[in-house]
């Protein structure tokens, strides 16, 4: 069984492959990881900024994020976080989970895939999937 508050607690860098809304990010930097995002535009550093986002609404207090872009991916990832449909998954795991040497694949609900489970058994690669990233994060109040 895959200890998930073990993983997140010792990983340090998170490659994001698309989310369901900002808060994804945001969250994970509020908790101290450092966040990169790949796109077709290529790869991102994200940061915290000061500033409030433009869709905050009054009282609200979280920040906005700021997308510097990178040249190259990042040399180590720990955990690379998928919201993307199924099939776009091998390919994926190919050019993001291989490239960035990382020891497990997060896909966020409602994703799964029996394909996935089997490329990363093969690779020896932690799966975690039927866990929102942000809720538990926020559930075992992980900072780093």
């Known amino acids: 069984m895959i200890d998930v508050e073990q993983i997140l607690r010792s990983s340090d860098r998170v490659l994001l492959v698309d989310w369901p809304d900002i808060s994804v990010p945001r969250k994970l930097l509020e908790a101290g990881l450092e966040v990169f995002g790949v796109s077709p535009k290529g790869y991102s550093r994200a940061k915290l900024s000061d500033r409030l986002p433009n869709d905050a609404l009054p009282g609200e207090h979280d920040r906005d994020i700021e997308f510097e872009r990178l040249e190259r991916p990042p040399d180590k990832v720990d955990i690379v976080h998928v919201y993307r449909p199924s099939e776009e998954l091998p390919r994926i795991i190919e050019s993001q989970v291989d490239r960035t040497g990382a020891g497990t694949l997060w896909l966020q609900p409602p994703l799964v895939s029996a394909e996935a489970e089997i490329l990363c058994g093969q690779r020896q690669i932690n799966l975690i999937d039927g866990v929102d990233i942000v809720?538990?994060?926020?559930?075992?109040?992980?900072?780093?």
């Open 135 to 144: 809720e538990t994060i926020q559930r075992l109040g992980i900072r780093k």
